[in-house]
């Protein structure tokens, strides 16, 4: 994520992480301060607010590894991947940076 | 002599209540807790590190007349592609330019349309994960 997530942000784009569960459970701020320092994520990183009420981004998505791109004006999703929930495989980010990276022109 | 000494005591009455308006403005101006650069001390909790809403995020809205984006799309919202994602609310750590790690940067409350308006050209990337 580090160097991915850099490549997005310098050709201009917004990328978000959103740590929406820890153990299919809501999350709190020390979950997203040892999630960033164990994959050393640079880019933005949330969590629901307030934090007690619930997984609604996991709610809204449906399941976890799920990526998508939107256009920033009309926030329409343009793509989308689910990753695997088991680890095997690209991750959904890395099969995706690439495809935003040619929209943004990178 | 008692006239004077008279004098000398309102003269200092007068002084001490004029130096306030001034303190006044400078402590109203340091204490609005809402701009992107205040960080909330928020690690003072002692095991719920949720207490206390985070400021907001403000750093991202150019309010220089005009709003290039609009307002945030109307629903309905969905998951789809060809959907329009909803407006959710999150806090966590702003960082547009992604260099340093993110938890060095304050921690803020943000939403979608917030973070959207960081974008220089047209597309965000939003990943959804989990801590096992």
Known sequence: ?106 | MKVVTRLFFVASLATLGCGSSDDSTTAAAADTGTSASDTSVDDTATSGDDTGAPPSDTATSSDTGGDPFGAYPAGPYGNKVGDVVANLDWEGYVSPLSDALANTKPYVTTSMDKLRRDAKKGYALIHVSEFL
């Open chain 1, 1 to 106: 994520m580090a160097s991915l997530g850099k490549s997005v942000t310098d050709a201009g784009g917004v990328i978000v992480e959103i740590l929406a569960s820890r153990g299919g459970g809501t999350t709190k701020k020390s979950d997203l301060d040892a999630w960033i320092t164990t994959y050393k994520v640079p880019v933005t990183s949330v969590i629901d607010t307030p934090p007690s009420t619930g997984t609604k981004t996991l709610t809204f998505f449906g399941v976890r590894e799920t990526c998508v791109i939107v256009d920033v004006k009309t926030m329409k999703i343009l793509k989308k991947v689910n990753g695997s929930v088991f680890g095997t495989g690209n991750s959904s980010v890395k099969q995706l940076v690439p495809e935003i990276l040619k929209l943004l022109g990178a």
